[in-house]
């Protein structure tokens, strides 16, 4: 079954950079979008980047954009999302879901079927 792992969370000044990881079993990246959302206390949880199912098309939104890279290794069926530049409003739970087939131009959170179970960001001084 498609299982999803995060790592790489942690604290963090602002500025600063950290790369998470989500690595994947039980399917195979080349068939499937990956997406990296985040959930802050009292928000809902939002899309910060994507990559896609085929093309390898990436999707970010303007408030990470330039800030928040997606890239994946399919030898080693992982998908990272490197973050640099981070900022307090950046602190949330990031997780990591899967979904075959999926194109990001337009996807949302409810496109993506499989979910990791998390990792903290904190970017605080």
């Known amino acids: 079954q498609v299982q999803l792992v995060e790592s790489g969370g942690g604290l963090v000044q602002p500025g600063g950079s950290l790369r998470l990881s989500c690595a994947a079993s039980?399917?195979?990246?080349?068939?499937?979008?990956i997406g990296w959302f985040r959930q802050a206390p009292g928000k809902e949880r939002e899309g910060v980047s994507c990559i896609s199912s085929r093309d390898g098309g990436t999707y970010y939104p303007d408030s990470v954009k330039g800030r928040f890279t997606i890239s994946k290794d399919n030898a080693k069926n992982t998908v990272y999302l490197q973050m640099n530049s981070l900022k307090p409003e950046d602190t949330a739970v990031y997780y990591c879901?899967?979904?075959?087939?999926?194109?990001?131009?337009?996807?949302?959170?409810?496109?993506?079927?499989?979910w990791g179970q998390g990792t903290q960001v904190t970017v605080s001084s």
């Open positions: 879901a899967a979904e075959r087939g999926l194109i990001c131009f337009g996807a949302v959170r409810g496109d993506f079927g499989s």
């Open positions: 039980g399917f195979t990246l080349d068939y499937y979008a």
